[in-house]
């Protein structure tokens, strides 16, 4: 059987085995998805969202890229957080980065990967906004380890200071940005406390006024 195949396979006992659990399962999933987050993580295969938090299908809505970055030009992003918190209206959003991060760690390198340095650039902006902090890190593991923290706190910012999250918080809508870093090494979410619920804790800067 080819490797291919063996997806089909897997996917025909998958359905099975869901539908024996709950005949109803995928009748309810037809209706509508009602997810209560929406999942920001990196596209890295090992850092799968539902698998890692416990959630079944139509519970969390995903948006992966490499290194869990969230640009203010890039519509993709912005239209999965746009119609997650307006037409879902989900009620926290996670920005999930990892330790041991590829994305990161090309990051802070200087080795061409093609076209990705250009969004790996993203990410060296991080390095640049903190560079004293990162640098007067002594050790390689734990410089890394710090800029993967630091890349998911910025990530929670951008998140935070887009038109569509502030609107919802004008509005009075429920929902909070959280940042979490998981590791590969002990499949552990560790919660960064960084959550925003709230305009006032935006910084005013980046606090826009009205509608957009
Ligand atoms: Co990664």
Same mark, same amino acid.
């Given at each position: 059987?080819?490797?291919?195949?063996?997806?089909?396979?897997?996917?025909?006992?998958?359905?099975?085995?869901?539908?024996?659990? /709950?005949?109803?399962?995928?009748?309810?999933?037809?209706?509508?998805?009602?997810?209560?987050?929406?999942?920001?993580?990196?596209?890295?295969?090992?850092?799968?969202?539902?698998?890692?938090?416990?959630?079944?299908?139509?519970?969390?809505?995903?948006?992966?890229?490499?290194?869990?970055?969230?640009?203010?030009?890039?519509?993709?992003?912005?239209? *999965?957080?746009?119609?997650?918190?307006?037409?879902?209206?989900?009620?926290?959003?996670?920005?999930?980065?990892?330790?041991?991060?590829?994305?990161?760690?090309?990051?802070?390198?200087?080795?061409?990967?093609?076209?990705?340095?250009?969004?790996?650039?993203?990410?060296? /902006?991080?390095?640049?906004? %903190?560079?004293?902090?990162?640098?007067?890190?002594?050790? /390689?593991?734990?410089?890394?380890?710090?800029?993967?923290?630091?890349?998911?706190?910025?990530?929670?910012?951008? *998140?935070? %200071?887009?038109?569509?999250?502030?609107?919802?918080?004008?509005?009075?809508?429920?929902?909070?940005?959280?940042?979490?870093?998981?590791?590969?090494? $002990?499949?552990?979410?560790?919660?960064?406390?960084?959550?925003?619920?709230?305009? $006032?804790? *935006?910084?005013?800067?980046?606090?826009?006024?009205?509608?957009?």
């Amino acid at each position: 059987m080819t490797v291919i195949k063996q997806l089909f396979k897997k996917n025909e006992e998958w359905a099975a085995s869901t539908k024996e659990a /709950d005949p109803e399962f995928f009748d309810n999933l037809t209706e509508q998805q009602t997810p209560e987050y929406l999942w920001i993580g990196c596209s890295d295969s090992r850092v799968p969202a539902n698998q890692i938090v416990g959630l079944l299908p139509g519970e969390v809505f995903v948006h992966r890229n490499i290194a869990n970055v969230v640009v203010h030009t890039d519509l993709n992003c912005l239209s *999965v957080i746009q119609y997650a918190v307006e037409v879902l209206k989900v009620k926290h959003i996670m920005v999930v980065g990892h330790y041991g991060c590829g994305g990161v760690k090309a990051a802070m390198g200087n080795e061409t990967f093609g076209l990705i340095d250009n969004w790996l650039r993203h990410i060296k /902006d991080v390095y640049r906004a %903190h560079k004293a902090r990162i640098e007067a890190v002594a050790d /390689d593991e734990q410089r890394f380890r710090l800029m993967c923290e630091l890349n998911v706190r910025e990530q929670v910012a951008n *998140v935070c %200071h887009t038109t569509i999250v502030q609107n919802a918080w004008r509005n009075g809508q429920e929902l909070s940005v959280h940042g979490w870093i998981y590791g590969l090494d $002990d499949g552990l979410i560790k919660d960064m406390n960084v959550s925003v619920s709230r305009l $006032d804790d *935006v910084s005013s800067i980046y606090s826009m006024d009205g509608e957009s």
